[in-house]
């Protein structure tokens, strides 16, 4: 499920966003800046939906401060202006897309839709994974654990390097033990529920103190969290 963060203040808007993402997405809303920040601070968005007019600030000025610390995650520029001047500011600020008020549920719905999937492909394909505490290189089956005085290496198995892409590629997503077995080990193939979580022991074991990226979920399944950088 995709995470997407929508910062505006009407609460019309906000239920016409949420009639737009069901089932598409799991929405949060902040109604300011501030709270926009905290949010951000905490968990880990695959997109976010902001307006311009904000009661603490200007939402083109924060989008680019979210490209800065978080390059990411995809931004849609949202406002009741319709100039060219305010468009081009918001692209070079770094949006992703611009949504002119009033606007129609169901175009949102497939331009979020398409952007996500896009943005979806782009990862798969990318060969460099780079977070504040790990880095994967998915052609040299590489994995290194980041701090400020060394990069130390990961000696991983084959499994363990292709379970850890497969939580890579979707962050902050809980997959639940199921899915895991059937899309790493095959449908046909007959291993135990306990085996997942065999494996995935051994993997958080072997990343040591950054060990927390990969999360149980109780009663669920796991969730690739990479720590998020506070917004200052």
């Not at 135990?192 to 979580?197: L, T």
Request: hydrophobic share 40%.
């Amino acid at each position: 499920m995709n995470h997407i963060l929508l910062v505006e203040d009407s609460k019309e808007i906000y239920q016409m966003v949420t009639q737009s993402v069901q089932q598409i997405a799991e929405l949060q809303w902040a109604k300011s800046l501030e709270e926009a920040t905290l949010k951000l601070s905490n968990q880990t968005f695959d997109l976010i939906i902001l307006d311009v007019e904000l009661p603490d600030g200007n939402g083109i000025e924060f989008c680019s401060i979210i490209q800065s610390r978080y390059p990411n995650v995809l931004v849609f520029i949202l406002t009741s202006h319709d100039n060219l001047s305010e468009k081009v500011l918001g692209f070079s600020a770094g949006a992703d897309d611009y949504i002119t008020k009033p606007f129609s549920p169901l175009e949102l719905r497939a331009r979020l839709e398409a952007r996500l999937r896009k943005n979806k492909q782009q990862a798969i394909q990318s060969d460099t994974f780079k977070w504040k505490e790990l880095l994967i290189c998915k052609s040299r089956q590489e994995v290194f654990i980041l701090d400020d005085e060394t990069n130390q290496k990961l000696d991983l198995t084959s499994l363990e390097f292709k379970l850890l892409m497969y939580f890579a590629i979707r962050p902050g997503e809980v997959i639940a033990r199921d899915e895991i077995l059937n899309d790493i080990w095959g449908e046909d193939i007959h291993v135990y529920q306990r085996s997942v979580d065999t494996h995935v022991s051994k993997l958080r074991k072997k990343l040591g103190s950054v060990s927390h990226i990969l999360e149980s979920v109780h009663g669920s399944g796991y969730k690739f969290n990479p720590t998020v950088t506070p917004l200052t």
